[in-house]
């Protein structure tokens, strides 16, 4: 298991503010939220840093500290910013079929550039770290038909998703293959595309069927008109419930109902020995759980993909959201000067997260990460603070997620431009076309310092 190998690891290494800009005119409507998005991006970040880089276990063999605050909550909040992302990028609402071709082929080839940089990563060693983004693709194609549904239909399909996506799994599990790509390269989707798809779709670490659930819901948030108070309190109360509500029935169900009796009574047949299985229960799985027993499903530990997992980590994900966005909210002059402060590195931290994700998986598999973990972590967040902030405040977006709104954008218009053609040689109405061709939906979000001056505009005008 990966999670073996890596506590393996573990135990065997050493251990300006910005002058105010002047008020801008007002942009598009809820623009000054994204400050408090990409912070929320910027915390995904260094959680994410924290769980490859730091100790996973203490002396006595417990979850260290870092471990149990990001362990499987800082990828979830990752994918719940990507249903955002997706949601921001066609225009905060549903996409009508008439004019979706230019959205939908943007979305499908931002999959495939992710997967793209995903698979040159996977020469990296899979026991320092699990490359995301070829899930993240899948995740994004698989997200491409929920673009058109109304905000209610993606809310039912992310209910829908995170309780039936697991029992769906354990179903299935058995009939599929064991996944044995740990971090997949070229190679292996040149090798055999099929083997690979299932994995990233349902067997491997991140699956995407099930981690769905978290794109849908950060797709009904993105629709949101997140600048209103009520609305993020809304999520910081639904967030904090759920969080609080998951390990909760999990207790109940395991110790109270005698599901934890059922686990270890099944364990001989669940493929695992009593190791492993001590393991998964303490410390999270990778992606899945046995399939000896149902009450696998009432686990909620990190990576288990069941829905108390799913819900658990939803929470913690919007409630994190919730407290981003209610802190860029703030108006009076000194807290706000005090926290940008916080917000500010975060947020450039955030804007370039691929950038900023790639180059940490490249360094903790160079000779260069040479340190006790606390130093290197430390000397990467460092790095990424001064870096994010100097290219956030002058370049704006970054170099890898500028590369992909390229290629992105340009499908779009490619693929609008077929279908207006096609339209023209039918003989379609000017209106039908035009209304065809409409890539409002794919306008680019403000670089770092609009983003910026909309804050700091929004703060005198509250």
């Known amino acids: 298991m990966t999670q073996t190998v890596q506590l393996s690891r573990a135990a065997g290494r050493a251990g300006d503010r910005s002058p105010a800009a002047p008020a801008a005119p007002a942009g598009p409507a809820g623009r000054p939220r994204l400050l408090g998005v990409d912070a929320a991006r910027g915390v995904a970040l260094f959680g994410m840093i924290a769980v490859h880089s730091l100790y996973v276990s203490d002396a006595a063999g417990w979850p260290t500290w870092s471990f149990t605050i990001f362990g499987g909550r800082a990828a979830a909040l990752f994918a719940v910013l990507a249903g955002v992302g997706i949601a921001f990028i066609t225009g905060r609402r549903r996409v009508r079929p008439t004019g979706g071709s230019g959205p939908a082929a943007a979305l499908g080839v931002r999959a495939l550039a992710i997967g793209a940089i995903g698979l040159a990563l996977g020469y990296t060693d899979a026991s320092l770290a699990s490359v995301i983004l070829p899930a993240y693709a899948v995740m994004f194609l698989l997200a491409i038909p929920l673009v058109f549904l109304p905000t209610w239909l993606v809310a039912v399909t992310a209910v829908a998703v995170a309780a039936g996506a697991p029992v769906l799994r354990q179903l299935l599990l058995p009939r599929l293959p064991v996944a044995a790509y740990e971090n997949p390269e070229f190679a292996d989707l040149v090798g055999d595309p099929g083997a690979l798809l299932s994995e990233l779709a349902l067997t491997g670490e991140f699956p995407a069927v099930t981690w769905l659930a978290y794109v849908c819901v950060g797709l009904v948030i993105g629709r949101l008109t997140l600048t209103r108070l009520t609305v993020i309190l809304g999520l910081l109360a639904t967030g904090v419930a759920l969080a609080a509500a ?217």
């Open 246 to 462: 998951a390990p909760l029935a999990s207790y109940v169900l395991l110790y109270r109902y005698a599901g934890w009796q059922q686990i270890w009574l099944n364990q001989p047949t669940s493929g695992l020995t009593v190791a492993d299985t001590t393991e998964l229960l303490a410390f999270g799985g990778d992606g899945s759980t046995p399939t000896s027993t149902w009450w696998w499903l009432a686990v909620d530990a990190p990576h288990t993909g069941t829905p108390l997992d799913l819900a658990g980590t939803i929470g913690s994900a919007v409630a994190l959201l919730g407290v981003m966005l209610l802190a860029s909210r703030v108006a009076h002059p000194f807290p706000r000067r005090a926290l940008s402060l916080l917000l500010v590195p975060l947020a450039a931290a955030g804007s370039m997260t691929l950038t900023f994700y790639t180059a940490h998986i490249v360094f903790i598999n160079s000779g260069l990460d040479s340190f006790d973990p606390m130093v290197g972590y430390v000397w990467q967040i460092v790095a990424i603070v001064l870096v994010g902030t100097a290219w956030w405040a002058t370049a704006g977006r970054g170099p890898l997620e500028g590369a992909v709104t390229l290629l992105a954008r340009g499908g779009g218009r490619l693929a609008t431009r077929t279908v207006q053609s096609a339209q023209q040689r039918a003989g379609m109405s000017m209106y039908q076309r035009e209304e065809t061709g409409m890539l409002t939906n794919l306008a680019p979000e403000p670089t770092g310092r609009e983003v910026w001056a909309e804050w700091q505009a929004s703060g005198v005008r509250q």
